[in-house]
């Protein structure tokens, strides 16, 4: 899957494996939101952010019907590991469940919350949420970047 906003100037690659793993969370989260974080590496020329792979929710992560409070338990650990790869936190990922892919005012608090993390080293972290349910699902993707944020479109 690939995204972009209309000036082109965001560019996020999500791959299959990711996507569909994020769908398995979701069908086995039933009507919980559940969620985990990005994972990949930017291109050679830093236009297009690849998403290689997600995590899972970790563990003591919180769940509810209406919000989900990611915990950050091994995530420390893995993402230190993954960065002397080369591969790098990109943002976050959350479902919806039977609602809209549009990101919620706690949503997007959050992730301007995180653009700001410099313990990060991630000044423009992207949100992907999934919506709707196994008859129905919806994506979206967007970056957080100098206090705003952008709605990519799926192109393909």
Same mark, same amino acid.
């Given at each position: ?8 100037? +965001?560019?996020? @690659? #999500?791959?299959?494996?990711? /996507?569909?793993?994020?769908?398995? *969370? ?5 009507? +919980?939101? =559940?969620?985990? $974080?990005?994972?990949?590496? +930017? ?11 997600? =995590? ?6 919180? +769940? ?8 950050s338990?091994? #995530? ?11 591969? /790098? *936190?990109?943002?976050?990922?959350? /479902? ?5 892919? $549009? ?14 993390? =410099? ?7 992207? #949100? ?20 705003? @944020? $952008?709605? #990519?479109e799926? $192109?393909?």
């Amino acid at each position: 899957m690939f995204f972009e906003d209309e000036n082109q100037l +965001y560019n996020i @690659y #999500l791959c299959k494996e990711s /996507y569909d793993q994020m769908i398995s *969370y979701c069908r086995n989260s039933n009507s +919980y939101e =559940t969620g985990g $974080v990005l994972i990949g590496n +930017y291109s050679h020329n830093h236009k297009i952010a690849n998403v290689l792979q997600i =995590t899972p929710p970790p563990k003591n992560s919180k +769940y509810s019907k209406c919000s989900f409070h990611r915990a950050s338990s091994g #995530l420390k650990e893995l993402l230190d590991t993954l960065w002397n790869q080369g591969i /790098y *936190y990109l943002g976050e990922w959350h /479902y919806h469940p039977n609602s809209s892919a $549009v990101p919620s005012y706690v949503d997007l608090k959050q992730m301007f919350a995180l653009s700001n993390n =410099t313990d990060l080293k991630c000044p423009e972290p992207i #949100l992907i949420i999934i919506g709707g349910n196994e008859k129905d699902w919806r994506i979206s993707a967007s970056i957080f970047s100098n206090g705003r @944020y $952008v709605c #990519l479109e799926l $192109v393909k």
